[in-house]
């Protein structure tokens, strides 16, 4: 069975710090790997998608990257502003999933203080 | 280019009551998910459709749960009857194949079981 974690649930920073959030998995047959922002009431928006042949992938601000060996990903985020506040979540789609569904981890609470 | 709609919003019954939620994927969207996300969670599938045949429903509570997806096109999940441990939030999410892509979530609905 795959799992996913995300350490720590919550995080609170100042803003304008930069900052990791952490993601890992135990299958190493993972087929891609996205970060998801959830705010309050709303549903999940797509940050990025990083393909298991790639390393990173970069938006903006954010960077996530994915190291399929040490079963982890981490999603950088430059600059933090409180706009930026919201759960990050990621979830992982493994290979050997029957119809490769993503097993999402329980999300880290960012809060940016201005 | 409009998203995915869910109905209700929010709904409040008590347990043993049933209650159905409604979804309108991405136009174009073969594949439909059913989430349920507990507080505190990441969201868990409940069942994944492509076109209108169902891809995954090995965690959907059959006794209770069910859903369709008619026509390839709009889908309702229903919950028959409810329990307290039904309170969570149910999010549909679209997107265009199985592989795995860039998923496109609605809103939710927040339910209830008192």
């Known amino acids: 069975k795959q799992e996913v974690t995300q350490i720590p649930a919550a995080l609170s920073v100042p803003e304008g710090e930069n900052l990791v959030l952490n993601c890992s998995f135990t299958?190493?047959?993972?087929?891609?790997l996205q970060w998801f922002r959830q705010d309050p009431g709303k549903g999940l928006t797509s940050l990025l998608l990083?393909?298991?042949?790639?390393r990173e992938q970069t938006s903006g601000r954010l960077n996530a990257s994915l190291d399929k060996s040490s079963g982890r990903s981490t999603l950088y985020i430059a600059a933090s502003q409180p706009g930026d506040s919201a759960t990050y979540l990621c979830?992982?789609?493994?290979?050997?999933?029957?119809?490769?569904?993503?097993?999402f981890g329980s999300g880290t609470q960012l809060t940016v203080l201005p | 280019e409009a998203g995915v709609a869910q109905s209700p919003r929010y709904k409040i019954i008590e347990k043993r009551q049933s209650v159905a939620f409604w979804c309108n994927p991405i136009?174009?969207?073969?594949?439909l998910y059913w989430y349920q996300q507990i507080l505190g969670q990441g969201p868990k599938l409940l069942i994944q459709?492509?076109?209108?045949?169902?891809?995954?429903d090995s965690q959907l509570p059959k006794d209770r749960f069910s859903a369709e997806r008619l026509k390839g096109v709009d889908s309702t999940l229903k919950i028959q009857p409810a329990k307290l441990e039904d309170s969570a939030v149910y999010l549909c999410?679209?997107?265009?194949?199985?592989?795995?892509?860039?998923?496109?979530f609605g809103s939710g609905t927040q339910l209830s079981v008192l």
């Open positions: 999410a679209s997107s265009l194949d199985p592989g795995g892509r860039k998923l496109f």
């Open positions: 299958d190493s047959a993972i087929y891609n």
């Open positions: 990083i393909q298991s042949s790639q």
């Open positions: 979830a992982g789609s493994f290979s050997s999933g029957s119809a490769r569904q993503l097993t």
């Open positions: 136009s174009g969207h073969a594949t």
């Open positions: 459709f492509q076109n209108n045949g169902v891809v995954d």
